[in-house]
């Protein structure tokens, strides 16, 4: 397989090239001036494993917790510290499945363009929002014991 492949020799051997990005490494394909990446989904989770969120956890004056993104501008309120990770997660995916159908909007927002690599790394996980939990390092900061 060549690194550099035509889009015309893609079309026309489209399973064997679809293996061989699976099973033995990613390509590029050239259609015209563009060159676009193919790669696997565990190619893309291997570039992206360094992309983990963290989120700044605080125990307000009521006993509630609410919890903030450093990377990205979502945050919620909870009553308790797992159901705050839940909400979270779901809010993330929301946000993730929005940025991709709004991508050339969100993309072109220079507030928004660094979300990118994190947004693919949640739609990755897909909707298991445990494995979304997974990506976010939750800091707590209180002066309260929290269990």
Known sequence: MNILLKS???????????????????????????????????LLEFILKEYNLTVNVFMEEDGTYTGSFNEIDIASNS??????????????????????????????SPNRKNHFPYIYRVLLAGNDISSIKSICAFNIKSNKRVV
């Open 79 to 108: 009553l308790d510290l797992e159901t705050l990770k839940v909400k979270l997660a779901q809010d993330l995916l929301e946000y993730a499945e929005e940025y991709m159908n709004e991508f050339k909007l969100y993309f072109n």
């Open 8 to 42: 015309t020799d893609v079309r026309n051997n489209w399973s064997q090239f679809m293996d061989e990005v699976k099973w033995v490494k990613p390509a590029f394909i050239m259609r015209n001036r563009d060159k676009i990446a193919v790669l696997s989904g565990e």
